[in-house]
Each structure stands twice: as C-alpha cells, then as structure tokens.
C-alpha cells in the first residue's frame, strides 16, 4: 500500500477528468458485470510510465471524436481487491499495471497492457485509444 498522501495527485488527475474510482470489488462489478455501452477503465500506477505515458495518453484521447460512455478507474497498490477484482475481468490478460481496458456491452473488446504503454511517448497511447473508440463507441 502507499500513503494517500502520495498517491492522492496521482488519482485526482484521473478523477479530475471524469473518471469514477472504483474502491471496492463490488464497485467493479456493478460497473463491469452488469453495463450496457462503452466503458474505459484505467489502472492507475505510481510507475513513471503510468504518470509519462498512460494518464496523459488517456487524458488526450478523450479530447475529441467518439469516447467511451463511461470512464471508471482502479488504483494498483492502494484498492488491491477492486484491482484484482478487475483484472478477472481483462482475461485472459495478465495482470498489468498500467493498463487501460475498453468494453463494450459488457465485453472486453481493446486492452492495452503496460509493455504497450512503456517507452512510448502519450501521443501514442492516445492514438492507440482513439481508434478503438472509433471502432467501439457510438
């Protein structure tokens, strides 16, 4: 676990943005089990390349064209079991921290793992997400 205090930046830049934290296994399943649309979940990390790559990659591809209906978030190392608890639903992907995963209907339809996010600059990652949204989202 990290101090709040540390991390808190950290997750405000995602919830700042929109994101909803999920906090709990529950909450995960709520969000994941039982929704209809498109919904981009984020695990969030201390890592460097979750606050050089993932975040901002994430938080530019929501600027314009489609987007997901909704935008939740775990945070790895602080809300373990919701973490956990989502990453049943990003298999058969192993656990990665960060990732971004995007569903629609319910379904797991675009993941991307942490060695797509490592030493690739948010421009990427951004245009990454911005063609699954293309695909996937109304």
Not at 52 to 68: C, D, I, M, T, Y
Not at 119 to 127: K, L, S, V, W
């Amino acid at each position: 676990m990290y101090p709040a205090e540390l991390v808190a930046p950290m997750k405000e830049e995602l919830v700042d943005a929109g994101f909803t934290e999920l906090k709990t296994p529950m909450d995960v399943d709520k969000t994941l089990g039982e929704n209809n649309g498109t919904v981009l979940v984020v695990v969030n990390s201390v890592c460097g390349c979750a606050a050089g790559a993932a975040r901002p990659g994430v938080l530019r591809s929501l600027q314009s064209g489609k987007k997901p209906d909704s935008l939740c978030t775990v945070f790895a190392g602080v809300d373990a079991e919701a973490t956990e608890r989502a990453r049943q639903y990003f298999l058969p992907y192993p656990p990665s921290s960060p990732a971004i995963a995007l569903f629609k209907d319910g379904k797991l339809v675009h993941f991307v793992e942490r060695h797509h996010i490592e030493g690739r600059p948010a421009e990427m990652i951004a245009e990454n997400l911005s063609m699954a949204y293309e695909e996937y989202c109304s």
